[in-house]
């Protein structure tokens, strides 16, 4: 069984500051990892994803995020946040051997001007 | 351009009636998902279907239920609408495990 902790639920920053969102996980099996975004009133959409290689990966938005197998973790991180990135981020993680996807609880960051 | 559709956006609907979310996608994925989610809460897998005529339950008991006639199509139907329905459900679809692709999803209330 496959399982996914966001340790901070809500994260207030200023903008132009940089910014991490945690994301530990926990599976038995060799696992593929992602970080999705949710804007009020909508869907979620994919920020990035580790499926195999490069253990830093860059996503969208100047999102990038790095996969450490030791620590079992993919801690989500941006330079310098802007207002606009206000959103609800989850992390998320599948078995590569077919599993359904498991999310984390999500993280409410807030940017403050 | 979203490549996954889901109608309506919003619906405010009676205790008691009939409703169908309609979830559509382009991409020929034969993973489809439905999951439940209240404001600002977790997502709950409440159905699933790896292909056409095969659906499952997922982790949150659900009253409603799934079909999958069509690979494109997974409607998702209460038979019977009541307040504690009230919640946004959003559709997503997957080729393997590469990600999911999700909906703009559905704001139901239940009045």
């Known amino acids: 069984a496959q399982s996914v902790t966001q340790l901070d639920s809500q994260v207030p920053v200023f903008e132009e500051a940089p910014v991490e969102l945690r994301c530990n996980y926990s599976?038995?099996?060799?696992?593929?990892l992602f970080w999705y975004v949710q804007y009020p009133n909508q869907g979620l959409q994919l920020l990035l994803k580790?499926?195999?290689?490069?253990?830093l990966v860059k996503g969208i938005n100047g999102f990038e995020a790095e996969f450490n197998k030791s620590q079992t973790s993919f801690h989500l991180r941006k330079p310098s946040v802007h207002i606009s990135d206000t959103a609800e981020y989850f992390c998320a993680v599948s078995g590569s051997y077919g599993q359904n996807f498991v999310f984390g609880p999500g993280t409410r960051l807030s940017v403050l001007p | 351009e979203a490549d996954i559709y889901q109608t309506p956006r919003y619906l405010v609907i009676g205790t008691g009636k009939k409703i169908t979310l309609e979830c559509s996608q382009t991409?020929?994925?034969?993973?489809m998902y439905w999951y439940q989610q209240d404001p600002g809460m977790e997502l709950h897998l409440i159905h699933y279907?790896?292909?056409?005529?095969?659906?499952e339950k997922g982790d949150l008991s659900s009253e409603s239920t799934v079909s999958r006639i069509r690979t494109e199509h997974f409607p998702l139907t209460l038979e019977s609408a009541r307040p504690s329905h009230t919640s946004q459900y959003l559709c997503a679809s997957s080729v393997l495990n590469y990600g999911y692709t999700f909906g703009s999803g559905t704001r139901l209330t239940v009045v």
């Open positions: 991409m020929g994925h034969d993973k």
């Open positions: 580790y499926l195999s290689g490069s253990t």
């Open positions: 279907s790896y292909g056409v005529n095969s659906t």
């Open positions: 599976s038995s099996v060799s696992v593929y």
